[in-house]
């Protein structure tokens, strides 16, 4: 990691976490993924735990949820349905707000199919009102929109793009599968502990070129780098109309971004959103192979 990261992402299911809420409950929730060929373990068990969220969303607030990149979920008569289609829309009524404990997964073989079994606790609220919406792309190799990718290879450049409709805070956080939050921005040489964005601008991170002469030297720049084969990761886009500062965390070794535990990032985020209705976040799995 670093200047040249090792970084380990999967395929957008990003599911986009908004705010402005009214109930909150704690739930319990289990589901079976079963799993096309192409699908490995690690991916069919972060699809089954996201499916078993939604499920739970919908189960108890009683709506029609649907999942960017292919998961909808319906409700008839208090149950709820999830199914895979070929969807680009993403519609939340409720958002999944903290797990409790670990996640219990079960592996199984159905007639040859890959069977992931899970059940999640933690806490969901109702979402009554949708916050500022804005978009967020991650870049591969390049710095213009049509080069968003979820899939890496070695040696791959990492860059996101960002536009909000109106003026607000920014930061952006990368979960490795060994339980480690790697903060990429606000950059490790700047102690502000928050990025201040103007609305309708398009920002590019992660890049030198896209930045004024004398903030060059401030900006981190990402190499991804993979040496087990696939390596799966999440990048948490986070932002909010409203002030607020990243978490607290510690400086990694060399020139790698700055870190703290997945527990602690988790309780962050919580806390977090539990103050700021305003507040949404969006969750981008990538792949990253060899």
Known sequence: ???????????????????????????????????????????????????????????????????????????????????????????????????????????????????????VKGVIREIVNAAVDFQARVLCNGTEDRFEQDRFRNGDDLYLSFQSPVDGYLTVYLLDAEGTAYCLLPYRGDTGGRVAVKGNRRYVFFSVDDVPAGEQGMVDEYVMTCGNGKELNQIYVIFSPQLFTKAVDYAGEGVQPRELPYEEFQQWLFNCRKQDREMRVEVKHIVISD
């Open 1 to 119: 990691m670093g200047c040249r990261l090792l970084f380990s992402v999967c395929f957008i299911l990003g599911m986009s976490l908004v705010a402005v809420a009214q109930k909150t409950e704690r739930v319990t929730a289990t589901y079976t993924y079963y799993a096309p060929e192409h699908v490995s373990i690690e991916e069919a068990r972060r699809v089954a735990l996201q499916r078993a969220q939604l499920q739970a969303i919908a189960d108890a607030f009683g709506t029609i949820v649907t999942q960017t990149n292919a998961t909808t979920v319906k409700n008839e008569n208090g149950k709820s349905d999830v199914s895979l289609l070929s969807l680009g829309a993403s519609e939340v009524k409720g958002e999944w707000l903290r797990t409790d404990g670990e996640p219990e997964y079960e592996i199984a073989y159905e007639d040859g199919m890959l069977a992931v079994t899970v059940r």
